[in-house]
């Protein structure tokens, strides 16, 4: 991509980054090379120097923005200053330039929580995926109890306006513009009902501080199975359920059932012998179930807009799993039946 400058110059990518680079290493060597991106619009490059940097490390992450910031502190940056303050694994910063859209951040290599695991034996996926649920419950309790007003994250929350947004997303985009469905008065009228029931019952919920996209993509394997974190500048507070929800009814890596209920045994049992917080199985479970129905229809929605509107279809393909997770959580909660059977008019693949 070339940037005309106001000057008349013009100025490719790699002239951009070598001119970013060179402002703190000098004229140091280096190769440039694009990583696999996410759904948003910022992409990210490996830098690799030839040798060390002059600040001794051999390769960084760079973080290009959608567009300049302009406006105050970045969120991803509020973020992980917080995090990273209170011990949690975030990437080091090691530069800016957001008038230029840049961001320089610590490489943990290639190696996500999805990679770790693909074929991997079973105790070795049990043994990551508890790592991981401890982390998580880390993010939770240890940063909510730590609480900074300063950082973004504690004046956001999964309120009811918050949750119905995100069915509202769902509704707009998946059934009305991907599946192109024509709902009747009286059926929309009990969707959005369930919608508004499911939303109050997760807001009057305990609130503690989520990563918001705690899924395997977003969890690094480092060396010695240290899990680190990224994609966490969304972040805002939630029940305890919505990262367990994110992690392991995962769109990209279907974890086993049998996987599953051992997994929130361990966050019941953590939450209990180590935080001190005692959760009511019965309840922990209704409440997991219905961020289950939430959290996958919100992806469902998510998947339907790339496809559609952003022309992302690579997407596409996590949308019927997704919707069966709901679909699962539904059978455990007859009393949602005539709210499940009405969505499921227009989305069969929850029947």
Not at 46 to 54: D, E
Not at 269 to 286: C, R, V
Not at 298 to 307: E, M, V
Request: overall charge negative.
């Amino acid at each position: 991509m070339m940037i005309q400058y106001e000057t008349g110059e013009t100025m490719s990518l790699e002239q951009r980054v070598k001119r970013f680079v060179e402002r703190k290493h000098g004229r140091a060597e280096f190769r440039l090379d694009k990583l696999a991106g996410d759904a948003s619009d910022r992409s990210f490059h490996r830098i690799s120097f030839v040798g060390a940097s002059p600040q001794g490390y051999s390769s960084a992450i760079l973080m290009e923005l959608g567009q300049p910031w302009t406006d105050g502190e970045l969120p991803y940056l509020n973020v992980r200053r917080f995090m990273e303050k209170i011990g949690l694994p975030v990437p080091a910063l090691y530069d800016t330039d957001l008038a230029s859209g840049f961001i320089l951040i610590e490489d943990f290599g290639d190696v996500t929580l999805e990679d770790a695991v693909r074929g991997a034996p079973r105790p070795r996926f049990d043994s990551l995926y508890e790592k991981a649920v401890d982390l998580m419950l880390r993010i939770q309790v240890e940063a909510t109890r730590l609480r900074d007003d300063s950082c973004v994250s504690f004046s956001l929350a999964f309120d009811v306006e918050k949750l119905m947004f995100e069915f509202d997303f769902f509704y707009d985009h998946a059934l009305l513009n991907y599946k192109a469905a024509s709902v009747s008065p009286e059926d929309e009228r009990i969707i959005k009902s369930g919608f508004l029931a499911i939303s109050e019952k997760l807001a009057g919920h305990a609130l503690y501080l989520n990563h918001r996209d705690y899924h395997s993509r977003n969890i690094m394997v480092a060396p010695g199975d240290r899990l680190c974190l990224v994609d966490f500048q969304d972040a805002r507070l939630g029940p305890v359920q919505y990262d367990l929800v994110s992690l392991v009814m995962d769109s990209y890596v279907p974890v086993p059932e049998d996987a599953c209920e051992p997994l929130c045994r361990h966050c019941l049992e953590t939450l209990d012998s180590l935080y001190g917080i005692k959760q009511d199985p019965e309840l922990f479970t209704e409440i997991f179930d219905y961020m289950t129905i939430q959290r996958c229809i919100k992806a469902a929605g998510s998947f339907a807009y790339l496809d559609c509107v952003k022309m992302k279809n690579r997407y596409l393909k996590y949308f019927v799993p997704c919707l069966s997770r709901v679909r699962t959580a539904f059978e455990r909660r007859p009393e949602l039946g005539r709210f499940h059977e009405t969505l499921s008019k227009y989305t069969p693949e929850i029947k």
